[in-house]
Structure formats: structure tokens, C-alpha cells
């Protein structure tokens, strides 16, 4: 089963290095949670009210110091890690963390009152506070969630990069190159608007159960770089030098096209929720919909579709299965496979808690404005 899936090649580590890797996010988890204490960082409200004061959450973000910082510990092998080992102890690694994240959301469920209309099953799942802090707020859970779980992302990109480079050198696949400095640069500018994320989705719905645990730390930080677990076993896929150029030429455009879109959409929400009368980009005059006290953002980026941001991520993730240049491959395809899915039923339930939140007929209102979910056109 192992050699028809490709990925044998994740299976050799000694008896040794396989139990090192499966405790591997553990000491991972301790690391960032001490750089993430001890660093310098800045305070800056968020979006969250905290119940307690009635004023929005405080958050220390420090999250491009850690990222620097654990990027140069990886180049310059200062620990005396090799660059290919995270990738290398990859399924150890997430069989591991995904222990340690179920131990973590059991502690952080029922340590936390029960809600009365919720069964265990739920509870474990989909948790009870919205907000862990701890040391004076100098330790916030949901943003330690990002800073390990986008730095390993990136981390593990360029570690399987490296072991890619060490198994086939000359014949290296260039597309596992570009993978990697994909990843890379798409954590660099999360860490680089980093606050932008206090305005985002999981900061200001989720709640801290095994879904944010699990998603937050593993899939977000290990399981992103699924394509690569089976790709990374493949060399240059053999393009004429013309068309190589067209081919990583046109995967760079399509991954900066998505970026753009998801970007650009939500920086225009970030600056609506900021400063509701100012011009996005010095250029874009807000329109909204007036439901009670709240706003809903109707032209740009929010005028194309309700949720065009998502549309993004889905460029992102299709230049992310083209990228290797092994079409046919079912490998290339899993990211793709995965965002497309996630987004698809997120929307849905957005739309859910969007009708709650400013009232159906107001978001019925939106929906008679802007018709399409996603992909204008289309969907």
C-alpha cells in the first residue's frame, strides 16, 4: 500500500529518529509557545470584545520576528537538525502532533464551563471558549495557532525542497523550487499583515475545540505540504526549455493572481472594519448596506462576490497542483482538492452566520446585490 502511494520514502527513518519525530511537534509546540513569550512584540486591539471589559481583545504580535528567526535556525542548521529532516519525519511528526492536539483540546474543553445545549462529541469537536490567554495576555492561543502552524508550513515546504534537491540534484524539478518559495512567501506576507488576521474568520467565530487545535497546529502546519509528500519522489518532469519557461511563468502569475484576489479582498474588508468612511486604497469610495448597527461592505472586492477572497485561495491552490508539472498525478491535486472542499462548505455556513448576524432580510438584501458566492459567473 505504502510503495502505490508513492511515499516509502517517509518510512525510513530508524526506530530511533521515528520516535524523535513523533515527540518532534511537541518540543516544536514548547519553542514557539517560549519565543512567542520571551521576544519583543507589539500590543494592538483586535476585532473580539473581550465580555470582561466590554473593550476589543489586546494581542501581542511578534509572529515575523519568530518566523525570521526559525527560518535562519533552518538555513544555517544551528541545532545540528539536517535542512531535509522535517520533511523527512513528516508522518511521524503529524501522528505524533495529532496526539498532542487532542491532549490539548481535552484540557482546553473541560477546563472551560459546559454549555448546556451541546453534547460531549460537539464540545470536543467545535469547543467552548472563543479566547485562551494566558501570562497577562502575553500568550494568546488562537495566534500561537498561526505562528507555528504557518512557520512549519513553510518550514516543512523548504525542508522537502531540500531533500528533493539532495535525491535528484541536476535533475531537481524546478516546479519543487517554486513550491516551496510559494509557501514561503504567502507566510511571509501573512506574518507581514499579521494584524490584518484579528479581523479574519477563525479570531472572530471559532471557538478553541479539536477542530482549531488539529487545523490550527497539523493541517495548517504539516498536512498543507500533502502534495509534496508524494511529489517531492518525482524529477523534472522533462519540458522542452520553452516550455518550461511557459510553464513556471504561467504557475507564478496564477499562484500572484490568487494571492491578489485573497489579499486584496481581505485588506479592503480589514480597512472597512477600521475606518468604515475611508477610501480603500486611497481609491475605492466604501458602499454598504445599513443593517441596525452594523455595516455590510457591498462594492470592490465584496461587490464581485460574497465571498471572492475565497476565490483566491482557489487560484492559490490551483497553481499549487500545476506547480510540479506532473499533471496527471494525483498527488499535485490534494491541496487543491482540500481548499476547494473547505471553502465550498465554509461559504455556506458564512452565509448561515451572516444572516443571523445582520438579519435576513438585510443579508437577503446583499444577496439581491451581489449574486454570486464565489466565482463570478460561475458559482
Not at 215 to 243: C, E, K, N, Q, R
Not at 264 to 276: D, E, I, L, V
Not at 343 to 361: I, L, S, V
Request: proline letters at 4%; charged letters at 15%; hydrophobic letters at 50%.
Amino acid at each position: 500500500m505504502i510503495e502505490w502511494l508513492g511515499i516509502e520514502h517517509l518510512f525510513e527513518l530508524s526506530r530511533t529518529e521515528a520516535i524523535v519525530a513523533f515527540f518532534s511537534p511537541l518540543a516544536i509546540f514548547a519553542v514557539f509557545l517560549v519565543a512567542q513569550i520571551v521576544l519583543p512584540a507589539r500590543r494592538v486591539p483586535g476585532y473580539v470584545i473581550n465580555p470582561a471589559t466590554g473593550e476589543p481583545r489586546n494581542y501581542r504580535l511578534n509572529g515575523l520576528l519568530v518566523f525570521v528567526i526559525a527560518l535562519i535556525v533552518w538555513a544555517t542548521e544551528v541545532t545540528g537538525m539536517p535542512r531535509d529532516w522535517f520533511y523527512r519525519a513528516s508522518i511521524y511528526a503529524v501522528a505524533g502532533g495529532t496526539v498532542f492536539a487532542t491532549i490539548f483540546t481535552v484540557i482546553a474543553v473541560y477546563t472551560q464551563p459546559k454549555r448546556e445545549e451541546r453534547n460531549f462529541i460537539f464540545d470536543l469537536w467545535d469547543g467552548r471558549a472563543q479566547e485562551l490567554t494566558f501570562f497577562n495576555e502575553r500568550f494568546d492561543i488562537k495566534m500561537w495557532f498561526y505562528v507555528v502552524g504557518g512557520s512549519m508550513l513553510s518550514l516543512n515546504a523548504l525542508s522537502g525542497a531540500a531533500y528533493h534537491h539532495e535525491l535528484f540534484g541536476d535533475n531537481a524539478n524546478p516546479g519543487v523550487y517554486l513550491y516551496a518559495a510559494f509557501f514561503t512567501f504567502y507566510i511571509l506576507d501573512y506574518f507581514i499583515f499579521e494584524r490584518v488576521q484579528l479581523y479574519t474568520y477563525d479570531l472572530i467565530h471559532e471557538n478553541l475545540g479539536f477542530k482549531l487545535f488539529w487545523g490550527g497546529l497539523i493541517v495548517y502546519g504539516w498536512l498543507f505540504i500533502l502534495p509534496l509528500w508524494g511529489m517531492a519522489a518525482y524529477p523534472d518532469p522533462g519540458f522542452s526549455t520553452a516550455w518550461t519557461y511557459v510553464w513556471l511563468i504561467g504557475v507564478a502569475a496564477l499562484f500572484l493572481l490568487g494571492w491578489g484576489i485573497s489579499r486584496g479582498a481581505n485588506m479592503q474588508k480589514y480597512t472597512f472594519k477600521r475606518w468604515p468612511e475611508r477610501k480603500f486604497l486611497g481609491l475605492i469610495e466604501p458602499e454598504y448596506i445599513e443593517a441596525g448597527d452594523r455595516k455590510i461592505l457591498v462594492n470592490g472586492f465584496w461587490g464581485v462576490a460574497r465571498h471572492f477572497n475565497y476565490m483566491g485561495e482557489g487560484f492559490l491552490s490551483l497553481s499549487i497542483a500545476l506547480v510540479f508539472g506532473h499533471f496527471a498525478n494525483p498527488w499535485a491535486w490534494t491541496y487543491f482538492a482540500f481548499i476547494v472542499t473547505l471553502f465550498t462548505f465554509r461559504q455556506r455556513f458564512d452565509d448561515g452566520y451572516c444572516a443571523e448576524k445582520y438579519g435576513a432580510e438585510k443579508w437577503a438584501e446583499y444577496q439581491a446585490r451581489v449574486k454570486y458566492r464565489i466565482f463570478p459567473g460561475v458559482y
